[in-house]
Structures are given as structure tokens and as C-alpha cells.
């Protein structure tokens, strides 16, 4: 029964062939399926388990054993787990069910119903889809309310397992109709009904009544007793009335056809392997063949096709299986399938077909072409042209509605097979024509069909309309005109003819009107060319005075540097141990306010430069490493003394940009972090982005309000303006930076939280990274460092010697370029030089240090100390292998080169 399940199950159907969308499914279902039931069979062990079991067996229902294991062991996870499962399966059973039936219902029954009932030509246009939704409704609703009232009725509060064997007993009476229509030819309809009838009546009676009339008191042995002996007596019924009735039917022509196409396909097969192997038709025959069904023309085209890739055998020698193939496809098109292969096999074997296969064949030919015909009967009635169609005899054999519409022919009056000639006078007699003799003008258009030439012509009718008239010839004779309505594509060419004309004169209007404008533009231009040369002469003279004005800071800046560099140097040569705390005091407003000259002048100087377009970036790839060890170190005891923790978390990532610039940007944003942060901590971190890095500056300062942080980037401007920490220019001259490296600047910051400032510079290549040179080893006992130092300003030697002795270092000090020649002819050379850029119009720095070293014949450690902070000159010392210290000099900088060089 369960075997006859599988098969006979109209769910199982319907999951096994008409869900199976693709061939490839099967592999899948080859061992899913075994895996299934394989899991499935596992699960019996704990159901017997939970039946033997004196707690489940005698006190719940068998359909819940499983639901109860998990029950008494208070296992509340579990119990719910095989509760949805349970409940998952059983839906997903009514519901392929239900619906496999509805589809059934409203496919086999009702459907062919409907289709017989309400058959035209134009069926093929029709949609039943909501029809047939509304089937699959109420047939859905009418199988669950059926099944409710046999549970009520006849379940007697049973095990779902009793009722589903009742329900196997019955549809097992489906496969000897099933087996034998697919594997005995005679096998007949009235065998199938007689079977059906028996086996329903035999399951009734000794299945069935049975079972109800034992009602409660039935047993599981009992039932089983009445299921098995009921299955048995009405299965045997049924196969000896399907088989006693088959035979005894006298065979019909619909039950030959029916068996041909059923039983045939295994016979078609072998008959298709011997035909490979013995042909007595000729390639001659199957010509003959394709231009009987194909006509000539079309034929030829097969055939030259086939040659193309194929060799064709003389018309008297026997075709290959590729050829009588090819040719079974040329006639599936036009014949079907089935009928074409049957053809083609009838021909390869000599033989005459069977009566039922004649009939078969023909009747899908039949149905093939009347769907073919009903397909283009639809597609002219839906055309929005006229289309009529003559033969070689010039009779009407074809046209559609929209041809009768257009030139009003009375109900009737065309007909298949009328002359031509008639329905052409008929116009003429009209007027359609238009004016002349109607018989010649008849003769006229008569002829014109009979010679076959194309014609394409625009008719004007006497109400007004248009017709557009298109003529062409059939290949077999005959003749297929088109007609098309194209009134409002005349009205509308008329009526753009007419603006056209009103557009020339318009436009002849318009053209004296603009030559006259263009007077006066050309007038307007030659004001204008004036104009303009006198701004661009203006725009030079003001370009001068900036370049004047340029020259001019860079010339004071190196005057005005010079006193605060020997400022600085005095200053940092004060031993601060020996003040008093008044003079202490006194002497760190002065280190404070030197500072905030020297940051006010290098931050003028470099917006003048900015804004002058005088620095040019050198972008290079570099580690951000670089300029961020060196900043830490820098404001790490700045930031020691104000109590604040400095952090920096950077990620050895590789940039690309100008470090210079970059450096300075970052140095502002930490210096004002630490100058404005009281208490608390600076962070410099970096962060990865998709094609940046983001270089951040947090602090836990005092914040900035969202109104101030659009004015924070202009120039002198303060958040306070009663503090005294700076000038306001430092986050002027990163935002210039920034602009001029087309780097990302951004705020985020909140009052009384704290600031974080944020730049993103693009990734490197750590490929291209310049490899540092190897520092020497520091000499930590100052008093052994030699050093020569030229200055053409005597205040900053004097200020430079100072220093020099409170580091208790040896000195030379020199004033002139001679001088220094001389000692160097008649010294050895020293550890460190220590020299000025701009030393007289003669000699600078950098040419002088180079003589020193030719004299000394040795690389001597030198540094550059100037005012000039140009970018080529950083350039051109580097590449002499020469430290670069701007003026005015911080003392601790000057030390750190002091220990690196030597």
C-alpha cells in the first residue's frame, strides 16, 4: 500500500513530475530523497521507545508519543521543537495536497468544460486566469470542509496513522488503471470504469461498513484485520473487471489512438535504432517529402542550408541518420512532433502506415495548423491597418475587419473567392476611384495586379480621410495590399508647413533685428576690450607690488629674525639657577613672549608666501612615523609641564604628500591642543580609511561652539579675544596648507568636552619611501665638541658664544668669509660647522661650507642656520648633506643637531 501511495498519491505526483522543473533536479533528489527517508526511518526508534513505555503507551494517544517523551522528562526546549516540527509537517501536507487536488479539479475537469463550451476563433486571446483562480478556490475550500466532516463523522477519535491506511487502501485502487494504460496496449476505458466501480464497491463493503459499524469498540489488531483482508478482496476485484472488460470491449479508433500514443514511445525507439541501420528510401524520397509539407521554395533553403556543414549524398543513394534527422526537425515546425517523427519513420521503412497512426498524425496536423490559423486570424483582426490578400486568379481569399471598417463595405458583402474586379468597381462606383471612365479605371487597377508590381500610392477620399496604399506580390502569384489611415499625419504635415512658412518670416524678422543688436554688441565689446586691457594692465602693476611686497617681507624678514635669533640665543645662555623667583618669574614671560614674536612673525611670512602662491609642494612618500616621532618629542615636556598626558597611536602607514607642509599643519593643530588644553590629555591617533589616512588631533580643552567654528580658520581670529595665547593665525595658515596639499580638513568639537581637528592624506607606496641614513653615535661629553661657527652679524655670534659656553662646548667664531678661509688652511677641521646663509653679496652659506669641506678634504658635520624658509633652499641643503635650522633658533633644537651630527 505504501508502494501504490507513492505512485497513486496525487501529491506525490505532483512533487515526483509536475514540480520537477528540470532534469537536474533528479540528481539532487537521488540522495536528498534516500536521506530523507532515512531520517524519517531514525525517528521510529524513539516513537517504539515511547510506545513500549509504561508512562506514554497506555496513557496518550499514539499521534502524540513523540510530544510526550520529551513531556515527562520536563524538557521544555525539546517539547516545543517537536511541536513545531509536527505542526510544520502537517501543514506543509494539507497544503500540497489541497492544492495538488485543486489543480487537478480545475485542469482535467472544469477547464476542458469551459473551452468546449465557449470555442471561437479568437480563443488563443482569451485569459481564464481568473476563472480558473476562482476554481482552484472553491475546490481548495470544498476538500478541507470534506475532510473535517469525515473526521467528525467517521474518525471516532482514531490514530491519524488508522485514518491515513483507510486512505491508502482507496487510492490503491487507482494502479491497475495506472500500470496498465502505460504498459498494455489493450487496455481500455471501459475496463478502467468497470475496475474503479468494482474495486470502490468491494472497499465499501468489506472495508469500509466494517470499520464504522465496529465504531469504538474497534482495536488496532481488529482494524488492521479489516484494512488488509477489504484492500486485498477489492484490489483483486478490480483487476479482474479492468482486464475481463478490456478484453471483452470491441477497440474504437479513439482507444487505438490513445494506445499508439501511450504504449508506442519504447516501440518508436527501437523502430528508430533499426531505421539507422537499414533505409530502403532514397535521398530523392525525402525531398520529395519536405517539398510536399515545406513547398519547394522553402525546401531548397533547407537543403542549402544542410550542405553547408554536411555532405548530401546523390538523390538515388540512401541518407545517413544525420540527414533523416535534420529532415525530422525541418517537419516538426510544421507537423508537430509525434506526426513528424511518425512520417519520417514510415518513409525510411517503405512501409504504409496504420489506420490508427493516419488518424493520429493527421489530427495533430490538424490541430497544429489550426492553431497556426487561429494564431494568424488573431493577428490580423488585431492589426490597425486593412490587410487584403488576392490569389493568382485575383480572388479575395483573405482579409481582416479593420478593411470592411475603412471603406464601409455593407455586412456580407465580401466573400472568399469574389472577384477583385467586383469589389474594385464597387469603389469606383462611389467615387473612390476619383474622377474618370469607371470601366477603364477598373481595367486599370486589374491589370496593374495581373503584371504582379508593387505599388505604393496615397488615396485622398471624398470625405476627407487619407489612405495610404501598399501593394506587394506573392511569390506563387497572388497579390497582399495594406491599407493605413494616416489623415492626422497629413493634418499635421499641412499644419508644420504652415508654421514653417510663418517661421521664415519670423526668422527674417528676427535676423534684422539681431544684426542690429550685434551693432551695438560690437560696440559693447569694444568698450568692453578697453576695459579689460586696462584691468589686466592694473592686474600687472598689482602683481609687481606683490612680488615688490614679497621681496620685501623676505628681505625684513631676515632683518627682523636676526635680533630675536640672538634674543633667543641670550636668552637660553641665562643659567635660570641663579635668579631669584622675581626674576624667574620675569624671565619666563620673557622666553613667552619671544616665543609668541617668533610664532607671529613665521605664521605672517608664510600666509605672504601662501597667498603670493611662493611655496610650491613636494609631495613624496614617507612614514607618517616621520613627522610624528619627532612632534612627540617636541611637546612631550611641554606637555609634562602643563600636567597633560600626550599620546600618539600611529599605525606605520605610508603617505603621500609633502612632508614639510603636512608636518607644519599637524604641528599647529598639536601646539594649539596643548596650549589650550589646562588639564587632561592631547591625543594624536591615526585611522585607516579606504584610500586615506585620517589624522586626528583630540584634546579635552574647553571646545569650540558650532557659531565659532566657522570663524576659528580666519586670520587673527580668537574664540576669547581677552586670552593671550596666541595671535590667531596658526589655524589661518593650516587652512591655507591644507587647501595648497588638496588635503580634507574637518572640526568636530563640543563646549566644555573637548576639540578633535582631523586631516586625510592620501595612501603611498612604501616602495618609493626614501631610505634614512645611518645617525652616528651620539658624543654625550659636550666639552670634547669642536665647533666653528660664521655669522655676518656680530650681536648673533655674541649671543651664539654664550650658549656655547653654558654647554661648555670648544668654539671658533667667525664674522668674515676670509677669516675663515685662512683658519681653515691652517686648521684641522672641526666637529661641527655652524653657519649662516646669508653671509655678504659674495658667498652664502651653503658655497662656503662646501670650500670648507674641499679644504678640509673631509664630509665635516655642518648646519644651516638662516631666516630663509624657502622651499628650494631646504632642497638644496638636504642634497648637500646639510642640517637645515630656521631663525630664530630654539636652543633645543640647536642641541639635538648638535648630538645627531657628532
Not at 499644419?495 to 524678422?509: G, K, Q, S, T
Not at 609641564?641 to 602607514?653: A, E, F, I, T, Y
Not at 628650494?872 to 636652543?891: C, D, F, G, R, V
Amino acid at each position: 500500500m505504501a508502494a501504490a501511495a507513492i505512485i497513486c498519491l496525487p501529491r506525490q505526483f505532483h512533487v515526483t513530475v509536475v514540480d520537477n522543473q528540470n532534469k537536474r533536479h533528479l540528481l539532487t533528489a537521488r540522495w536528498a530523497f534516500p536521506l530523507y527517508l532515512l531520517l524519517t526511518a531514525a525517528m521510529i526508534l524513539p516513537i517504539a521507545t515511547a510506545a513500549i513505555h509504561p508512562g506514554i503507551g497506555s496513557g496518550y494517544s499514539p499521534d502524540s508519543f513523540v510530544l510526550a517523551l520529551p513531556l515527562i522528562n520536563d524538557n521544555s526546549f525539546l517539547t516545543t521543537f517537536v511541536f513545531i516540527g509536527g505542526l510544520s509537517a502537517a501543514t506543509a501536507m494539507i497544503v500540497v495536497a489541497t492544492l495538488t487536488l485543486s489543480t487537478m479539479i480545475s485542469n482535467d475537469v472544469v477547464l476542458p468544460l469551459i473551452l468546449r463550451r465557449k470555442f471561437k476563433r479568437n480563443l488563443i486571446t482569451t485569459s481564464y486566469k481568473s476563472q480558473i483562480l476562482l476554481v482552484r478556490r472553491f475546490a481548495i475550500a470544498g476538500i478541507l470542509i470534506l475532510a473535517y466532516f469525515y473526521q467528525q463523522w467517521f474518525g471516532h477519535s482514531t490514530a491519524l496513522a488508522s485514518m491515513g491506511l483507510v486512505a491508502f487502501s482507496l487510492v490503491t485502487q487507482l494502479l491497475p488503471s495506472i500500470v496498465g494504460g502505460l504498459y498494455w496496449r489493450k487496455g481500455h476505458a471501459y475496463g478502467v470504469y468497470a475496475g474503479l466501480v468494482a474495486g470502490f464497491s468491494c472497499w465499501v463493503l468489506f472495508l469500509m461498513l466494517p470499520i464504522l459499524d465496529a465504531g469504538a469498540t474497534l482495536d488496532s489488531e481488529l482494524q488492521q484485520t479489516l484494512i488488509t483482508r477489504g484492500t486485498l478482496i477489492a484490489l483483486f476485484a478490480n483487476i479482474g473487471c479492468y482486464i475481463s472488460f478490456s478484453l471483452g470491449a470491441e477497440e474504437r479508433l479513439i482507444d487505438k489512438i490513445q494506445a499508439a500514443a501511450f504504449v508506442n514511445p519504447k516501440d518508436q525507439s527501437i523502430l528508430s535504432r533499426r531505421l539507422n541501420k537499414d533505409v530502403k528510401a532514397t535521398v530523392y524520397d525525402f525531398k520529395i517529402l519536405l517539398q510536399t509539407f515545406l513547398g519547394i521554395q522553402r525546401s531548397q533553403q533547407v537543403l542549402a542550408h544542410y550542405a553547408l556543414a554536411h555532405h548530401l549524398s546523390d538523390n538515388n543513394a540512401h541518407p545517413d541518420s544525420d540527414f533523416i534527422a535534420y529532415c525530422e526537425r525541418a517537419l516538426t515546425g510544421v507537423l508537430g512532433a509525434s506526426s513528424a517523427q511518425a512520417l519520417i519513420h514510415t518513409v525510411s521503412s517503405g512501409k504504409r502506415m496504420a489506420f490508427e497512426e493516419v488518424v493520429n498524425f493527421f489530427d495533430e496536423t490538424t490541430q497544429a495548423l489550426q492553431f497556426n490559423q487561429n494564431l494568424l486570424f488573431t493577428s490580423l483582426e488585431n492589426l490597425s491597418h486593412g490587410i487584403s490578400v488576392v490569389d493568382k486568379d485575383l480572388k479575395l481569399v483573405a482579409w481582416n475587419k479593420r478593411y470592411g471598417e475603412m471603406f464601409g463595405y455593407p455586412e456580407g458583402f465580401l466573400e472568399v473567392g469574389q472577384p477583385i474586379e467586383d469589389i474594385i468597381r464597387y469603389n469606383a462606383n462611389r467615387g473612390e476611384c476619383g474622377p474618370g471612365e469607371i470601366q477603364r479605371q477598373v481595367e486599370k487597377r486589374v491589370q496593374h495586379l495581373k503584371y504582379g508590381s508593387s505599388h505604393h500610392f496615397i488615396r485622398h477620399r471624398r470625405n476627407g480621410q487619407v489612405y495610404e496604399m501598399i501593394g506587394n506580390p506573392l511569390p506563387d502569384g497572388g497579390f497582399v495590399t495594406s491599407f493605413s489611415d494616416i489623415t492626422k499625419h497629413i493634418s499635421t504635415q499641412n499644419a508644420l508647413e504652415e508654421v514653417n512658412m510663418d517661421l521664415e518670416n519670423r526668422i527674417e524678422a528676427r535676423t534684422q533685428e539681431v544684426q542690429t543688436i550685434n551693432k551695438d554688441l560690437q560696440a559693447q565689446i569694444d568698450s568692453r576690450v578697453q576695459t579689460e586691457q586696462a584691468l589686466t594692465l592694473a592686474k600687472r602693476e598689482a602683481e609687481q607690488a606683490n612680488d615688490s611686497k614679497t621681496r620685501f617681507l623676505a628681505l625684513a624678514s631676515h632683518d627682523i629674525l636676526q635680533p630675536l635669533n640672538a634674543a633667543r640665543l641670550y636668552l637660553a645662555a641665562i643659567d635660570e639657577k641663579q635668579l631669584d623667583s622675581t626674576n624667574q618669574n620675569s624671565f619666563e614671560k620673557l622666553g613667552d613672549s619671544l616665543d609668541s614674536t617668533v610664532h607671529l612673525m613665521s605664521a605672517l611670512l608664510e600666509i605672504a608666501k601662501l597667498e603670493q602662491g611662493a611655496m610650491t609642494p613636494t609631495p613624496r612618500h614617507f612614514y607618517i612615523e616621520d613627522i610624528l616621532a619627532p612632534l612627540q618629542s617636541e611637546y612631550a615636556i611641554l606637555s609634562s609641564d602643563k600636567g597633560l598626558k600626550l599620546s600618539v597611536r600611529s599605525n606605520q602607514q605610508v603617505v603621500h604628500s609633502d612632508i614639510t607642509y603636512l608636518r607644519r599643519i599637524i604641528q599647529n593643530l598639536v601646539s594649539n591642543a596643548v596650549k589650550y588644553t589646562d588639564n587632561g590629555r592631547v591625543l594624536i591617533a591615526c585611522r585607516n580609511r579606504k584610500h586615506n589616512l585620517r589624522i586626528e588631533v583630540w584634546d579635552t580643552g574647553p571646545g569650540i561652539s558650532e557659531v565659532e567654528q566657522a570663524k576659528i580658520f580666519n586670520d587673527f581670529y580668537r574664540v576669547e579675544s581677552g586670552d593671550n595665547k596666541g595671535v590667531g593665525l596658526g589655524l589661518g595658515v593650516v587652512k591655507r596648507m591644507a587647501d595648497l596639499l588638496s588635503l580634507p580638513l574637518d572640526v568636530h568639537s563640543e563646549p566644555n568636552k573637548g576639540s578633535r581637528f582631523s586631516i586625510e592624506v592620501p595612501y603611498g607606496d612604501v616602495q618609493f619611501v626614501q631610505q634614512k641614513p645611518t645617525a652616528n653615535n651620539l658624543i654625550e661629553n659636550r666639552a670634547a665638541i669642536n665647533i666653528v661657527a660664521v655669522d655676518d652679524d656680530p650681536e648673533n655670534l655674541a649671543a651664539m658664544a654664550s650658549l656655547l659656553k653654558k654647554w661648555q662646548a670648544n668654539y671658533t667664531l667667525f664674522d668674515n668669509v676670509d677669516k675663515v678661509l685662512a683658519h681653515a688652511k691652517q686648521n684641522s677641521a672641526p666637529d661641527v660647522i655652524l653657519m649662516d646663509y646669508q653671509l655678504g653679496s659674495d658667498c652664502d652659506g651653503i658655497t662656503l661650507i662646501k670650500t670648507l669641506r674641499e679644504i678640509w678634504q673631509s664630509q665635516v658635520p655642518a648646519i644651516l642656520i638662516t631666516a630663509v624658509r624657502d622651499t628650494e633652499l631646504k632642497q638644496e641643503t638636504k642634497a648637500a648633506n646639510i642640517h637645515y635650522l630656521s631663525k630664530p633658533i630654539k636652543p633645543g633644537k640647536l642641541k639635538a643637531l648638535l648630538n645627531h651630527s657628532t
